[in-house]
């Protein structure tokens, strides 16, 4: 069964660092792009970044550049995402969502993992 | 980067059809054919229902199509069913420095 498990959410103060991962099975995680997507509470789907199956390309959205990095371990079947300096803004629902087509259909997604900025 | 445009909701009663429109530009969903799909029921991950403007992904129904003209992109549902109730929003392509891909503002489905 193709299956993607996120971990690594939580509750972190303004300016703190998290580490979201992204356990991936059934499927042969190094042949294909994957991506991070968010739903920030009460709000829609917001793309936040993808990584190229061998690492070799990685595209953010303008609002995480600089602070989040994606990343991945092709030995391990695991997705990354680092992310520094986080504001109230950050706060959502994370979701790792793997590219069927390299074109951005994502079909298969995790559960998703709860990110909350707060003091 | 600014969001494609969706209607905010659309209703229908049980068999009728529906079409839900997402309108981007030439950078986007006008340039190329990456447009896709997905169904979001709160509380669940979302299920990719269209990919690449009208391709159907296995194990959708194909009483769910997809097509473009033009900077506006289409998915239509066909007997609309109970449990067609969602949110439903468009994702494209975008051909900016660097590349990204971006959603819709999306749109709510009733079902009457």
């Known amino acids: 069964e193709v299956q993607l498990v996120e971990s690594g959410g939580n509750l972190v103060q303004p300016g703190g660092s998290l580490r979201l991962s992204c356990a991936a099975s059934g499927f042969t995680f190094s042949s294909y792009w994957m991506n991070w997507v968010r739903q920030a509470p009460g709000k829609g789907l917001e793309w936040v970044a993808n990584i190229k199956q061998d690492a070799s390309a990685k595209y953010y959205v303008d609002s995480v550049k600089g602070r989040f990095t994606i990343s991945r371990d092709n030995a391990k079947n695991s997705l990354y995402l680092q992310m520094n300096s986080l504001s109230a803004e950050d706060t959502a629902v994370y979701y790792c969502?793997?590219?069927?087509?390299?074109?951005?259909?994502?079909?298969?997604w995790g559960q998703g993992t709860l990110v909350t900025v707060s003091s | 980067q600014s969001a494609l445009t969706q209607p905010a909701s659309v209703s229908g009663s049980p068999g009728q059809s529906i079409a839900i429109s997402c309108t981007g530009t030439?950078?986007?969903?006008?340039?190329?054919?990456?447009v896709s799909w997905y169904q979001h029921h709160p509380g669940k991950a979302p299920k990719l229902m269209i990919y690449d403007v009208s391709n159907r992904p296995s194990g959708v129904s194909d009483r769910f199509s997809g097509s473009k003209s033009g900077n506006t992109a289409s998915l239509t549902i066909s007997g609309l069913q109970a449990e067609d109730e969602a949110d439903y929003y468009c994702?494209?392509?975008?051909?900016?420095?660097?590349?990204?891909?971006?959603f819709g503002t999306g749109t709510k489905v009733t079902v009457l």
């Open positions: 969502a793997r590219d069927t087509s390299s074109t951005g259909g994502l079909d298969c």
């Open positions: 030439s950078s986007d969903v006008g340039g190329y054919n990456y």
């Open positions: 994702n494209s392509y975008r051909d900016s420095s660097p590349p990204l891909y971006v």
